[in-house]
């Protein structure tokens, strides 16, 4: 279901030798791509990394995990992902729990949801579009914290 | 080499350039080094030319192939051998129509037709089917290939060409049994001839043709084989998952047909196939817009409506305008300039034959007329749609147009007979899923009437418009409401709550002893985001994952979001205090809300609750008796703990329980002859394909699709599993999963969670749970009790749960069997 973003290959990356070499000129949709994924830099945030979940023992399911964890220095970010009719429901909580105040930001590539933590921790999106997403942190007086950009296939 | 050994040579290469590419191409290139470029050599030049061409085509190497057949033109007609010309020409047809051009294929047809055999005719006309089909013209497309197969005689190369190409044509076309008639003698003429490509070509278009069936399960077996059979074809691969995804577009799973085209539209860029491309992209663009990703969809279409305007297809190019400007619609505010271009978009889609889609997009067009106040515009358009005649945007039409000219009565009219020509079509299908997904495009009728039925402000009018809809997604055919006394003498002393949802507003309708109450409890998202926290929370408690707090605070907040407008404004009327008390709840799901764990919400500690798909099948449920001393069976599933020791116990609790072994052939025989059936396993929900999900048996897992064989299910089916209440509900009345597929084929109740449970606590749970059981206890009381005495959450009592079980001990329900009511 989701997979992290991958190496770059020898054809992407000859592709890319041409395109700097000015023998394809670039196309305009690459352009507005390039400048969209800029706009949703976040200076000076830290990234939080994906690290393994454990497998459930003693419950009754061998489903495959739908578990994300991704931790930073002092925070961690669960996310459970549910795909339906193409679109992507999200859930997570951020641990240890924020203080009041503390927003998570959903972002994909065209739009960004906002969302204000439960006293858990915990928070939700529904009906996202697949592809790429980043869970953003916001704490207030802290530098946010952002999951590295995972895909989420539909 | 003399002349005519040449010639010879050259031929044998164009014989073998079908079915042996490789040895072709090294046949005819050994002719092209040996032999002059001028003189009487140029025949067989001319003839080699065009067998590395069938062979690259065949390879995958459609600008290689074109490059052969010009050189192999321009040598024939050098030489004057208009014949050998034709005959390349005739090849080129194919290769020009993959390489995006079927107008310019159909012109260089009616060139070569003059020059060539009868046999040679034929040929061309399988090929001409091809260019016919990609310009949507199927009709043609089949007489074509009528035509050719009665001059064709033996050659099996070119008449399985003709049935694969006739089969799709008529598959398109609606022709089920034909279609596959053609594609089955195609599979055989080509496996007779060792054409191991043809063979995989026909079976290729299996998926497709059982798609457009309605045969989910069929296509995809049949998909997951021609993949593997298709595999060195990359080409060929990704045109059968494109066809294939434009069938799942059409049976309304457009995630699925995404994860298609997102393998197929590089292989296709890789193949340079222009025409396979366009297609590829246009279906991309819907299935983007359907999933509401507008801006992906732009792209897209804007891509597609190049590529097809390029390739003169100007049938299929209104079609990605019609994408580009519903895109536009979802990201801008509608505007007049907005307007005018779907005006002529809507002429350009009836001119091109697309007049389902014209239509569609007119009742759009009159709906942004409203948006932008200009009535007489949209009465206008709504008046032209309302004169078609049938189908569901007349119906639309006209009901809206009723609506705005006051006739509410008439309105209501108009969406009943346009939801009972949904149901009838709907109900030839016997696998639920297909159902509820053929029934989706009745939605924006069912979507009108409850808008005109919320506008009455009445409880008892909003109920009756969704249970007609429910009733035409549960399969009954006919948008027919319960009716309401009959609903009330069951209930008895139970309220029954109806959530209905319309755009993102949530509202309920509460049937109590003595009223039925409508109240509006706004966005639906926030329901719908509260219910993923909560079953976040919950699942995460269950699986002892670390730091997961307890879902209360979750839980209450969602019973303050679902009920609190029904209980507060109450206790505010004179007189009448909460109409829900301590009542037992019968509750109806919408959306999202099929997968709330309702005895969770702390109102529900010690009230039983029963979840239904609509008030109609609770109705029906309340009316099945039990069978005296019926059969109770029990199964212990693999690799859990404490299984065998819940088997035993049911056995204790029950006498008479017989144990049955856990392999897939025993359990479905037993459930066929139980009335009470109780299965210990692990068990899976499948959310993008609810009937996958499955619980896990010795042999295997037994699937909800497994159970749609069963004629008597159980009464009573307990699953104690992981997730097996778990739904997806395409349109509300059609839970689908395990639980859901059991109660659509007739059990009365199933008790089964919606949440991983633990094994252990799972077994303390239903110790109590069945002591009550043969105790007496109806099913959705005897889980509260159970539930609250051991603290485990997560199982909820599906259907008609009110009704006591005989078991057959002394003292238990074959006493007190009684009337529900």
Redesign the interface.
Known sequence: MTRHPPTIDDESLIAALRLAAGHDPVPAHVSDAARAVFGLRLPGAATARPVATPAPSGVRSSEETRLLRFAAAELTVELEVTSLDGLVDLAGQVSPCPEAGTLVEIRTLHLTQSRELSPTGQFAVTGLPPGWFSVVCHRPEHAPVATSWTRIRP | MAPDDAIAAAEHAMDLSGSDPARARALARGVLDSVPSTGPHREAAAVAHRALAVAARELGDLPLAEEHLHRAVSVAVSANLPHRAAQARLSLVHVRTELGHPEQALALAADAEPHLTPVEVAKLDVHRAVALGRLGRHREAAEHCDRAVDLLGEDARFLAGAMLNRGLARAFLGEFEAAETDLTRCAELARAAGLDHVLTLAEGNLPFLAARRGDLLTAFTAYRRAESSLFGYPERLATMRCDLAEALIAAHL??????LL?LAVPELIAAGAEVALSEARLLRAR??L????P??AR?SAALAAAGLAAQGRTTLTPLAVEILLRARLMLEPPSGELLAEMLACVDALAAAGHSNASAALRFTSAEVSLQLGDLAAADDQLGRLACRGRGVVTRQATALRRALAGDRRGAFAAVRSGLAEVGAAAKAFENPMVRAHAVREGEPLAELGLALALETGRGRTLLAWTERWRAVVGGTGQPVAPDLDELRAALGDRVLVEFVRHGDELVAVAVTPDRVVLRRLGPF?AV???T??L???L??T????????EPA??AA?LERLLFGPLRERRSRSAGRGDPLGDRPLVIVPTG?LHTLPWPLLPMNADRPVTVAASAATWLAGSRTRAVPNGRIVAVAGP???YAEAEARMVGVCHPGTERVVARRAEVTEALDRAEIAHL??????S??SPLLSSI?LDDGPLMAYDLLRLRTPPRLVVL????AGMA?A?ADGAPLGLAGTFLSLGSQCVVA?LV?????E?LALMTVFHGLLAAGHPPAQALTMASAKTRTAGFVCFGYGGQPMATGREGSATQLDQDPT
């Open positions: 457009p995630g699925e047909a995404r994860v997102d299935v983007e359907r999933t509401g990703d801006r992906r792209e998202t719908a985001e509260a993923v926290r079953r976040y929370g699942r995460r269950h699986l002892l994952d670390g730091r997961a707090s605070g979750e907040e999202t690799e859990l703990r210990a396993t692990h068990g899976v929900f959310p993008r896990h104690s599993a992981c997730d997806h395409p969670s991983p449970v633990r094994d252990e799972t």
